[in-house]
């Protein structure tokens, strides 16, 4: 049995699999960050990505783990807590031959109590209207998850407003359609 459905594909933007599409899992509530919204994102990241190590937390189709690899990210670790999604996302990861990554099944809030090793970009894109910004931001913060310049990459529904540590600071802020995506800094 294939763990997707036809249309559950995503396309990468840019890098070494420009072009490629991807499955991705057929889990309800699963939404890709759109391809715009990805290619704005990755804009804004530019060459910070060139051997990053990135934490892609809530990770679900994979959309911005897999994209920050195709753009040279050294290590990409990808945390979410369905069978399915994992299995898939390795998958897709070993089509890839992409070996520097880590897919781990475990809700994020749990992985992220354990001892930290700092991350240069992180991405933290939740399920909406659940809430979990506010918490993930906070363990991001207190458990040295971040590198000292690191860029957080915050995507909400477009109601939603960014309130973050002090040693933070918003450096972009977008909407497209039901979606606010934010970049901050860690100052």
């Keep these: 049995m294939k763990p997707q459905q036809q249309g559950n594909q995503l396309r990468i933007i840019g890098g070494r699999w420009r072009g490629r599409k991807l499955a991705f899992a057929a889990v309800p509530g699963l939404r890709p960050t759109p391809d715009r919204v990805r290619e704005t994102l990755f804009n804004w990241l530019g060459p910070l990505l060139q051997d990053a190590r990135c934490l892609d937390l809530f990770a679900g189709s994979g959309a911005l783990g897999i994209e920050a690899a195709s753009r040279g990210a050294a290590e990409v670790v990808m945390v979410d807590n369905d069978p399915l999604v994992v299995r898939t996302l390795r998958e897709?990861?070993?089509?890839?031959g992409f070996s520097a990554a880590q897919v781990v099944q475990q809700d994020v809030n749990q992985w992220l109590a354990r001892t930290a090793t700092p991350?240069?970009?992180?991405f933290l894109d939740p399920p909406f209207r659940q809430d979990r910004l506010p918490g993930c931001i906070a363990l991001l913060e207190a458990g040295g998850w971040l590198a000292a310049t690191a860029r957080i990459y915050l995507e909400a529904e477009q109601s939603w407003t960014p309130?973050?540590?002090d040693s933070w600071e918003l450096y972009r802020s977008k909407q497209a359609g039901q979606v606010g995506y934010h970049l901050a800094v860690r100052a």
């Design 92 to 96: 897709q990861l070993q089509l890839l």
């Design 119 to 122: 991350f240069d970009v992180v």
């Design 163 to 165: 309130v973050l540590p």
